[in-house]
């Protein structure tokens, strides 16, 4: 079992940063693939970015490539999502999510993959 929770959401101009943080409890972190997803107002939930579970292997969706970079500290149970140049389109529920592989280098791009899911954090970009 995993519980995550998000942090870290907030309202933004247009151009700014924020970090999100996803603290994992349970023993099984570091054993997980991670991902964070969003999910704007009236919209589906979409991939955003995943990492591996060991290796730092990343994926990130083309919308946010070159601006966001997801990261995982195993020590502190806990990844990140460093996002930079955010743009209004960005406005969105941000979740992060586990699953357990025993894969080190792997990443997963899809809802499907993920078993265990945060509640959310807002974030608002504002023009």
């Known amino acids: 079992q995993v519980q995550l929770q998000e942090s870290g959401g907030g309202l933004v101009q247009a151009g700014g940063s924020l970090r999100l943080s996803c603290a994992a409890s349970?023993?099984?972190?570091?054993?997980?693939?991670m991902g964070w997803f969003r999910q704007a107002s009236g919209k589906e939930r979409e991939f955003v970015a995943a990492?591996?579970?060991?290796?730092?292997?990343?994926d990130y969706a083309d919308s946010v490539k070159g601006r966001f970079t997801i990261s995982r500290d195993n020590a502190k149970n806990t990844v990140y999502l460093q996002m930079n140049s955010l743009k209004p389109e960005d406005t969105a529920v941000y979740y992060c999510?586990?699953?357990?592989?025993?894969?080190?280098?792997?990443?997963?791009?899809?809802?499907?993959?993920?078993?265990?899911w945060g509640q959310g954090t807002q974030v608002t970009v504002s023009s």
């Open positions: 999510a586990a699953r357990y592989t025993p894969f080190g280098r792997d990443t997963y791009t899809s809802m499907k993959d993920y078993g265990y």
């Open positions: 349970g023993r099984t972190f570091s054993t997980s693939a």
């Open positions: 990492i591996s579970r060991n290796f730092g292997t990343t």
